[in-house]
């Protein structure tokens, strides 16, 4: 059951952004003999955002990495801004606020290990899965029962569109094909 400190302050959100590597994946980079990196991404979890997408929020990814299959999945699911090579992870959020005029309470944040906690420390809805490292949890108002790439993001999401009452509508356009 959801407490109802976390459900007003997802009711709140009209913006999810999220860390990439252990979060969005699993956390493990799979490199090929010539350097070139792959991930595995879930795709219930791009269900999620897409949902959100189409719910009206915004979306957007905020990763220290640069990958080509990242960018590729953001096009994919039809995010709005993506923030790669982000060495300050706090910059690129407080532009990503600037440029779409959000507010902190309005902003839901996924993020599982230490550079993520500047920006957990800043938004409405501080995120994690349930394998985070220990110090992440402590700044999180949600704890996934999901792992990182493996659900975690579609719990915040699902948990997001409920509490913003988006829920219903969304799955009677996907049942309906609308």
Avoid: H, W
């Avoid at 189409?54 to 640069?66: C, D, H, L, S, Y």
């Avoid at 096009?75 to 600037?98: R, W």
């Avoid at 599982?112 to 220990?134: F, R, T």
């Avoid at 569109?161 to 509508?169: A, F, G, P, V, W």
């Amino acid at each position: 059951m959801v407490n109802l400190e976390l459900k007003y302050a997802a009711s709140k959100i009209k913006a999810l952004v999220t860390d990439v590597d252990g979060v969005l994946t699993d956390g493990s980079l799979t490199f090929d003999e010539d350097g070139k990196e792959y991930k595995t991404f879930n795709a219930k979890d791009g269900q999620g955002i897409v949902m959100l997408n189409k719910a009206g929020f915004v979306t957007a990814i905020i990763t220290a990495r640069e990958n080509g299959t990242v960018r590729y999945r953001f096009k994919n699911l039809g995010m709005t801004k993506l923030y790669e090579g982000s060495k300050n992870k706090i910059a690129s959020l407080k532009e990503f606020m600037s440029e779409f005029g959000l507010k902190p309470e309005e902003i839901a944040y996924m993020g599982d290990d230490l550079p993520d906690i500047c920006v957990l420390k800043e938004v409405g809805l501080p995120c994690c899965p349930c394998d985070a490292v220990e110090e992440v949890k402590k700044y999180s108002k949600f704890v996934s029962s999901k792992n990182g790439g493996n659900g975690a993001i579609r719990e915040l999401c699902d948990l997001i569109l409920k509490s913003t009452e988006k829920y219903d509508s969304m799955l009677s356009a996907i049942i309906n094909r609308e």
